[in-house]
């Protein structure tokens, strides 16, 4: 806005603001209020009103489209795209094979959901390895991978969308084994899920542990149990699903080892588009339906993902709209003093 035009606004405002009892402000009294304040402070609290309003707009904006809104509900898209989408094999409760040999999981059924915005014709590729998967993407054979945490290595030949569900991950033991952390498994054998995101970190930050590479976190935890390696890592959800399913109790989920799997739909680098359209279709998704998902198939293990730049402009916008109120208040109180205080 141009500043005369806030002078402008300025000028309205003064000349029909009434006081006490209806009084209207004559030019006199105009005349001591200017003398009481410089016409910066009344420019910065016009700003500070508009970059509020202006913050307030953007946020609302964004959550015309964001979940728990009903805009664009039933807009959906011509099925005219065929997706292939590359299950992994065993990743419960996010993706794996059930027992009548059909994929099923958290991720699947979201992508199932969001369908009335996409608009896709979802076809499944047989179900693998996520090692196996991921080196199919590199060749080019699938177009989306569920349940995957971004790094440098995959974002060499994928693009991702906004994660939807994080989820810490924990080190597993056997039931009756004295609890350690990693530190204290030094040169002992622990199983970690080969090409998972967390084996990089891992090998990384603890290159003193002998790790095992295993197919997908049942094996690991399997071998765990034969008393062939020491320890697993895993994510929280997927040990508990495996846990509950085979009925292993005598494994124990240990503590977060600081590293938290924030799981994202992975797309083929040459399609943009697909990314576009998946986050668009989260962002739109009712947050009740979600958080009934999600509680559903991994209760408090795993917590939401909230859009950072709607967080944002939400608390930008409330703040400035504070401080815009308190200069406007104070603006008052100074004219009311200059209007009832004796000439000198």
Known sequence: MPLSQIHQDRRQVISTVTLGKGRPWDRRTQAAVRCRYPDWLAAGAALLAQAGAVAGAMAGALTAEMPGTTAGAGAAAPATETVRVAPERDYGPFVYINAENQVQGLSIELLQRLQPWLGWRLEMQPARPLADQLAAARRGEVDLIT????????????????????VP???????????????????????????????????LRHPQVRWVPMDDDAQALAALRRGEVQAVVADVASTRFIIGREGWRDLVPGRPIGFDYALAFGVRRDRPDLVLALDRALMRWPLAERDTLFTRWVGPAATETRDPLRRALE?????????????????????????????S
């Open 147 to 166: 349940s995957l945490r971004p790094t440098p290595e995959r974002a060499a030949h994928l693009n991702f969308t906004r994660p939807y569900v994080a």
């Open 169 to 203: 991950a924990v080190l597993v033991q056997r039931q009756g084994q004295p609890t350690t952390d990693l530190v204290g498994l030094r040169a002992q054998p622990v199983a970690v899920g080969r090409g998972y995101a967390v084996e990089g970190y891992l090998r």
């Open 315 to 343: 608390w930008i916008g409330a703040l400035i709209t504070l401080l815009g109120a308190l200069g406007w208040w104070w603006l008052r109180r100074r004219q009311r003093s200059a209007l009832l205080s004796p000439r």
